[in-house]
């Protein structure tokens, strides 16, 4: 099983995702998949315009160097198939000649990668072979190259997509945005009650932990816009428009400041859940925390 930016693979669920999102993204190319019972012939799939497709996922999250040997290995083991399969290769492109063919992995770390295909496209266009075209390339493409087409795919199978960052834990929150921090510390401190037992302690750990969340969603957001524009515009869209209704409850309110902070998180979860559903539960909680720390450093949630 392998993490990348959209979710964790195995073999198997790395093809059927890649299956999924080619034939979407190839329709108007007439991808025709190849199932790969009666033998792995060097691709999985191909269009009429010369894309052959092998997909291919490591068993574990390997350490780059070993990743690396393990992608070479499988490039150079399936590409060797064409040659040895050249005439029933043959029988299902016909006229076809591949014009590119294309690895698909999740993600792959290592540049050598790429100069080891070059060198397998200089080898595979001295053999002359009749199935591959006279400008016959080899190219390496990640999770991101089903950028649009990978919510559709997880969303039909009943899978959630998961925006996969790494969060930095040592957060030096005494160095950030003076102002802010007070912020969060006078609205924390609102949160508890006065006779709270090492109170101060307390507003600091909910301060630090703000700031981190803050600090998270911040990454979790920069990697959702390059990844899907069109959902992350739609998520600023509701966080400003829910963001004048919390401004408002904040004045209004007459409850204790704690449970009129966990009504806000509650109720902004809920709108992000009904309004992302193709995300996982995890993703949502982070752009929730996310989102309650960025109104707690900037006032929009204010304490009476």
Known sequence: MIKAKFGAYDGNTWEELCQVCLKLKFESESYQELPAWQGDMGIEGFTRTGKAFQCYCPDEDYEPRTLYEKQRDKITKDLNKLEVNIKE????????????????????????????CQNKVAEYKAKNLEILSGDFDILIYDEDYFTAQI???????GQKIEINVEQNSNVDWNKSNIDLIEHAIEKHGKRLQSQTKNKEDKVNKLTEQTVGDFLHQQQILNKWKELNPTDYEKFIRIISDYESTVEELCITHTDNNNQLYERIRNELKNKLKD???????????????????????????NFE
Request: glycine share 2%; aromatic share 12%.
């Open 89 to 116: 290769l043959k029988d299902y492109l016909k006229d076809i000649r591949i014009v590119q063919w294309i690895f698909l992995t999740p993600l792959y770390r290592n540049k050598e990668l790429i100069r080891h």
């Open 275 to 301: 309004n992302f559903s193709c995300y996982d539960d995890l993703t949502l909680e982070k752009l929730t925390k996310g989102v309650i720390a960025d109104w707690i450093l900037r006032c929009p949630i």
């Open 151 to 157: 919510p559709i795919a997880l969303n039909a199978n």
